[in-house]
């Protein structure tokens, strides 16, 4: 690969926003960052035999923004809208239940959302847009309306399970966004995400509705990346995200970052990396393409 003055800045440019979104602590070793989990915390219970959820966590992993370990080593997605309709009762304790532990630990209002989804407020949008990008990193879906962060549910969530996986990422990356990261770096940040619109996987009722729309969609992005990077490519591990293997986990945590940065939502599971499937394909493409001939450059270092 021949080098350029070109690509020397477009390296340093896209090294300085990726070290602008992280806690202050990571910014100038978060490649050293090891991606191994630190272990489950137990569930602790209050007098009146509910979880006390504010009561749990002494110290969080390292962010899986940083390099850290995924609190999940799959996605945590929304019910569907049948099954909800189907158990509606178990759904409201699940969803009563994350609102509850989400306002503990956080101290910000949530409530139930749209089918599959809690709805948290957030201070700002810059906080909601960054807590996105930094929970489904944590490999648990989420999402976001200006200020209104959303979270996944499902009537067959567990406590010990799926509800606790919702409200540790959230804790653990509401932790390091208000306790890590200033107010000014906040507004930057905030400004960063402002700029670009933010490419997010396609949900379960968008794909629903033109099925053979994303299966042509998910074929000429799977060729896009297999015939100009050479990549594999997993199509089909989960609606509305396409897997691309990397050559090993650093790469893979190296290449999501920058692809965050880049306002596309991404996460990995190993060295696998997931990026969205919408229908702005070409801009996907691109920004791929681009970060892959960095991260080359940024590994001759």
């Known amino acids: 690969m021949n080098i350029t003055i070109e690509d020397i800045v477009a390296l340093e440019d896209l090294d300085g926003r990726i070290r602008a979104i992280l806690p202050e602590q990571y910014q100038d070793v978060y490649d050293d960052v090891q991606p191994v989990s630190m272990g489950s915390a137990g569930l602790k219970f209050a007098n009146d035999g509910r979880v006390a959820w ?5 110290t969080f992993c390292d962010l899986a923004m940083a390099g850290g370990p995924p609190h999940r080593g799959v996605l945590l997605e929304p019910a569907a809208e049948e099954s909800i309709a189907a158990q509606p009762a178990k759904y409201k304790t699940v969803v009563e239940e994350i609102a509850r532990g989400i306002t503990l630990v956080t101290g910000l209002p949530a409530q139930a959302g749209e089918p ?3 709805e948290v407020r957030c201070r700002t949008q810059g906080m909601a847009g960054w807590l996105v990008r930094a929970i489904v990193m944590e490999n648990v879906m989420a999402s976001h309306n200006a200020e209104t962060l959303l979270l996944p549910a499902g009537p067959e969530f567990r406590l010990e399970k799926e509800i606790k996986n919702v409200i540790t990422a959230t804790a653990k990356t509401n932790h390091y966004w208000t306790g890590h990261i200033s107010e000014e770096q906040q507004w930057t940040i905030d400004s960063m995400f402002r700029k670009v619109k933010l490419l997010e996987p396609a949900g379960l009722r968008e794909v629903q509705s033109d099925p053979d729309g994303y299966r042509t969609l998910l074929v000429r992005i799977q060729s896009g990346i297999s015939e ?7 199509p089909n591990r989960y609606i509305g995200c396409i897997g ?3 050559p090993d986990v650093h790469a893979a945590i190296w290449i999501m970052r920058a692809m965050v940065v880049e306002n596309i939502v991404a996460r990995r599971e190993g060295n696998v990396l997931f990026l969205p499937v919408q229908p702005e394909h070409e801009r996907l493409l691109e920004t791929l393409e681009r970060v892959r001939r960095l991260h080359t450059l940024a590994s001759r270092k």
């Open 228 to 234: 100009r990077l050479g990549m594999v490519c997993f």
């Open 54 to 58: 504010n009561e749990i966590w002494a």
């Open 244 to 246: 691309v293997e990397c």
């Open 116 to 118: 599959g989804w809690v």
